[in-house]
């Protein structure tokens, strides 16, 4: 909370002087790292077994 509290207020003070650019790369790097995390997931669960047992599986 704290550090997000100071990026709040340096990025306020970069938009009062009209001086604020936005981190493109940054945007960029999380959205691949997600889309990549949720690819992961996916494939997990497509690809993971059943378990025999599970009550997802119908009798």
């Not at 936005?22 to 691949?32: E, L």
């Not at 690809?47 to 025999?52: A, C, I, K």
């Amino acid at each position: 909370m704290l550090l997000t509290t100071i990026h709040y207020f340096f990025v306020r003070r970069d938009i009062d002087e009209d001086t604020y650019e936005p981190a493109d790369r940054w945007v960029t790097i999380f959205s691949i790292a997600v889309t990549l995390l949720a690819t992961g997931v996916i494939y997990y669960v497509f690809t993971s077994p059943l378990n025999p047992n599970s009550i997802v599986v119908a009798d």
